[in-house]
């Protein structure tokens, strides 16, 4: 009997939605007031959204090499295997589990169940941790409907994102025609500006919400070996998905500003967000609501696409007997990782309960960064392999994207160095499990 294994069933159009769908979550609608707070200028904080759309288009133009010459499972776990050996590979894989992809899952799940409170007050009476409740729920959920099938699944985010797309042109339209904006807060002096090193600083700090929007963009290489003809349509996916979602960013933070002025943005107390004020501003209480059912529906979609794509990091860890063997195991029916989704949505869980998933949003930037930074350097490593390459990337594009990340690093290193400490621990936890697993490969 033929063992099950994973279908190639996703068509071009469909990978497109679904960089998209990773990609757009909570970052569009709530990271314009604390990225003003660091730059206190619309200008300046447009141009961080720019700059943040260019680098992560470079670090996908850069992955996309890659993905075309090595389609498999697990995106940047299947390079590093190539470029730097299975104990980097092994360290990435378990990074994502612990602290990277779960913790997305988990501070988007969380983000959904605060923005369903607002819209259903009524949700409250689950008691003092039901915003915990219906965050655990929707990752059960979401992980049942994958486990059912990757097909179902990006069916799903297809037709949520294009809904989701539809709405943000909407409000953007709405928002330009209402004669309520005033193109004077992009020209107005603003006080408190930073200039020379302190500007240097606040673009980083800001960087880091905007990258935190943008984060997502790479989780498409996880399911190359379900995407039909992956040599051309994986680096089309990332190439057009990103400047998809670049494009909706920079319009919908102009709408923002445009609206309301940045000191107003800056004063926004925690639990609000700026995305609501300004549509509060365009249609009152009711306008408010609508547009905080749309940040429901974003974070729900946002987390199946999250949910479908990362688990097949688990299953390729798994593959090559690195973690425990169930979760190599495709599913007879479905053909999915379904054990690998259910390791993730535990383990997401726990991080929802553990209200330390704050923290580790900020963690998984500087993680992230660190594998984003070798994945481009491995582009310019990997050069001298005489593999097939159907798409080919100017050198010039990984080297300026991987001195970016080791800035990066270096920079959250010198500010946050508890942060960056933790996250380092909690990627290197997993070297035991690795030698554990490795001397029973020996032992086999």
């Known amino acids: ?136 729920m929707l990752i059960i959920t979401l992980s049942f409907v994958n486990h059912r099938g990757v097909s179902f699944g990006e069916k799903l985010s297809r037709y949520f994102i294009i809904g989701i797309v539809l709405a943000i042109l909407g409000f953007v339209v709405l928002a330009v025609t209402s004669g309520k904006g005033d193109i004077s807060h992009f020209t107005a002096e603003t006080p408190n500006v930073p200039t020379g090193w302190g500007l240097f600083a606040a673009m980083f700090a800001a960087s880091l919400s905007a990258f935190w929007g943008y ?9 190359g070996e379900e995407i039909k003809n992956p040599q051309r349509n994986l680096p089309l996916a990332l190439g057009v998905g990103t400047l998809v979602v670049m494009t909706l960013y920079l319009l919908i933070n ?29 249609g009152g209480d009711q306008g408010a609501i609508l547009l905080s059912v749309l940040i429901v529906l974003t974070t729900f979609n946002c987390t199946n696409g999250t949910i479908l794509l990362s688990a097949r990091i688990i299953y390729a860890l798994a593959s090559d007997k690195l973690f425990f063997k169930r979760a190599a195991v495709i599913h007879p029916v479905y053909n999915t990782p379904s054990f690998s989704i259910m390791i993730q949505a535990a383990w997401a869980i726990v991080l929802v309960w553990s209200g330390s998933f704050d923290t580790l949003t900020d963690l998984l930037i500087f993680a992230s960064f660190l594998f984003y930074g070798a994945s481009a350097f491995g582009v310019i490593l990997f050069r001298k392999n005489k593999m097939h390459r159907p798409y080919k990337v100017p050198l010039w594009i990984p080297a300026v994207f991987s001195v970016f990340c080791l800035i990066l690093v270096t920079v959250t290193i010198y500010n946050k160095p508890v942060q960056a400490l933790i996250g380092l621990l909690l990627i290197s936890s997993g070297i035991p499990l690795y030698f554990y697993f490795n001397s029973r490969l020996k032992v086999q």
């Open 215 to 223: 984060e997502g963009w790479n989780n498409i290489g996880f399911v």
């Open 254 to 282: 102009t709408v923002y500003l445009y609206i309301l002025p940045a000191i107003q943005i800056e004063s926004l107390a925690k639990n609000q967000i700026a995305a609501v004020e300004t549509a509060r501003v365009l």
């Open 1 to 136: 009997m033929t063992e099950p294994s994973l279908k190639r069933t996703i068509k071009p159009l469909s990978a497109i939605f679904l960089v998209v769908s990773a990609i757009v979550g909570s970052g569009v609608f709530k990271k314009v007031a604390p990225m003003t707070a660091e730059l206190h200028s619309p200008a300046l904080v447009l141009l961080c959204w720019t700059l943040a759309g260019i680098l992560s288009m470079m670090g996908a133009l850069s992955t996309a090499e890659l993905t075309s010459m090595m389609p498999g499972s697990g995106g940047e776990y299947v390079y590093f295997k190539k470029i730097y050996g299975r104990f980097f590979s092994f360290l990435y894989g378990w990074g994502n589990l612990v602290v990277m992809k779960s913790a997305t899952i988990a501070a988007l799940a969380y983000i959904f169940s605060d923005s369903l409170h607002s819209v259903i007050p009524a949700i409250h009476g689950l008691g003092g941790y039901s915003i915990q409740v219906v965050a655990s």
